[in-house]
């Protein structure tokens, strides 16, 4: 219920945590799994996702056989996030797009990225020194920009890299034809 | 450390996770994954019903990094003053990896060392959203009556 008076019934933090919470186990793991940019252990996991070290390792399994996570060691055995299928979920993203959204993606995308250019006068923002730019109050707004920059470069390569893929696949089809 | 662009890659399956965590609560009346001029963020905004009428729009805004850095950012705006505070993991030279940027400009000088929960949603769960729920009941007892 919203509110007219003091903020009692404003609870955030208490709606999220239970909802979390409230997860089965499975997601709750995946959760974690997510989260595993450094590898670690079964009761680590465990521990982060609230749940028994045997429920913990049955969905760890489970989800190395799907490719979400790798098996780092085996003795000790820990696991950390797969990145190269997290890389390949994304690209069957891009994969559904009907060619005229890959294309007004990629140009919206191809503004941006001039804009970037423009802003710092660089080429890339690898070339940029982020404290001519900045006071030393406000530099980590300009990493914060560099950074925006840079994902905006690794969009773009990916969507080349679907685009070029269907560009094959389609001479492909018309050869066939 | 660098000064230049820190090269890490957006981690979208968090973020996607998140966003669909903040969409199950009534405080919130909206998520936006990357919206325009947003391309790494999660934009949590909050339902305006909740706090008092002089405070214009209160949101939250996410970034999330593959190799563990994050960055939470809350946005509020009252009588037409901005402000903003920030909770960042990122190597840098003037704090430790966890740390804060405190109201009202999350400015850099002002930053405080932190050590936060090992995941995201956690620090979400444990740091943020109390301090969110906090910062909502003090507006109420400046302005609300």
Same mark, same amino acid.
């Given at each position: 219920?919203?509110?007219?008076?003091?903020?009692?019934?404003?609870?955030?933090?208490?709606?999220?945590?239970?909802?979390?919470?409230?997860?089965?186990?499975?997601?709750?793991?995946?959760?974690?799994?997510?989260?595993?940019?450094?590898?670690?252990? =079964?009761?680590?996991?465990?521990? $982060?996702?609230?749940?028994?070290?045997?429920?913990?390792?049955?969905?760890?399994?489970? +989800?190395?056989?799907?490719?979400?996570?790798?098996? =780092?060691?085996?003795?000790?055995?820990?696991?950390?996030?797969?990145?190269?299928?997290?890389?390949?979920?994304?690209?069957?993203?891009?994969?559904?797009?009907?060619?005229?959204?890959?294309?007004?993606?990629?140009?919206? +995308?191809?503004?941006?990225?001039?804009?970037?250019?423009?802003?710092?006068?660089?080429?890339?923002?690898?070339?940029?020194?982020?404290?001519?730019?900045?006071?030393?109050?406000?530099?980590?707004?300009?990493?914060?920009?560099?950074?925006?920059?840079?994902?905006?470069?690794? $969009?773009?390569? $990916?969507?080349?890299? =679907?685009?070029?893929?269907?560009?094959?696949?389609?001479?492909?089809?018309?050869?066939?034809? | 450390?660098? %000064?230049?662009?820190?090269?890490?890659?957006?981690? %979208?399956?968090?973020?996607?996770?998140?966003?669909?965590?903040?969409?199950?609560?009534?405080?919130?009346?909206?998520?936006?994954?990357?919206? /325009?001029?947003?391309?790494?963020?999660?934009?949590?905004?909050?339902? /305006?019903?909740?706090?008092?009428?002089?405070?214009?729009?209160?949101?939250?805004?996410?970034? !999330?990094?593959?190799?563990?850095?994050?960055?939470?950012?809350?946005?509020?705006?009252?009588?037409?003053?901005?402000?903003?505070?920030?909770?960042?993991?990122?190597?840098?030279?003037?704090?430790?990896?966890?740390?804060?940027?405190?109201?009202?400009?999350?400015?850099?000088? /002002? !930053?405080?060392?932190?050590?936060?929960?090992?995941?995201?949603?956690?620090?979400? %769960?444990?740091?943020?959203?109390?301090?969110?729920?906090?910062?909502?009941?003090?507006?109420?007892?400046?302005?609300?009556?």
């Amino acid at each position: 219920m919203p509110a007219d008076g003091p903020g009692e019934e404003f609870g955030l933090a208490e709606g999220f945590s239970a909802d979390l919470d409230a997860e089965p186990a499975d997601e709750r793991v995946y959760r974690v799994a997510l989260q595993l940019y450094d590898p670690a252990g =079964v009761s680590e996991i465990a521990e $982060r996702a609230s749940c028994a070290p045997d429920t913990a390792r049955r969905h760890l399994k489970r +989800l190395a056989d799907i490719g979400v996570v790798e098996r =780092v060691s085996e003795s000790p055995l820990t696991f950390a996030r797969n990145e190269s299928y997290f890389e390949w979920r994304l690209r069957n993203r891009l994969e559904a797009l009907s060619r005229d959204e890959l294309h007004e993606r990629l140009t919206e +995308l191809t503004e941006r990225e001039s804009a970037f250019r423009e802003r710092f006068d660089a080429e890339s923002p690898t070339d940029v020194d982020a404290l001519h730019h900045a006071e030393y109050d406000d530099i980590e707004t300009v990493w914060l920009a560099l950074s925006e920059w840079h994902t905006v470069r690794e $969009r773009i390569d $990916r969507l080349e890299a =679907v685009r070029r893929g269907r560009g094959s696949d389609l001479s492909a089809e018309e050869n066939a034809a | 450390m660098t %000064e230049s662009a820190p090269s890490r890659s957006v981690d %979208e399956a968090t973020l996607r996770y998140l966003g669909r965590a903040f969409g199950r609560r009534d405080e919130v009346s909206q998520t936006s994954l990357f919206p /325009a001029n947003k391309p790494e963020r999660l934009a949590v905004t909050l339902d /305006a019903e909740y706090y008092p009428e002089l405070v214009g729009v209160v949101s939250l805004e996410l970034r !999330a990094y593959t190799n563990g850095d994050f960055h939470v950012s809350y946005h509020e705006t009252r009588a037409g003053d901005r402000r903003q505070c920030r909770w960042d993991r990122h190597d840098q030279p003037h704090n430790t990896r966890d740390h804060f940027h405190p109201l009202p400009d999350a400015d850099t000088t /002002a !930053a405080v060392d932190r050590s936060y929960a090992t995941d995201l949603t956690r620090v979400i %769960e444990g740091t943020v959203l109390p301090w969110v729920d906090e910062r909502v009941g003090s507006l109420w007892e400046s302005d609300g009556r």
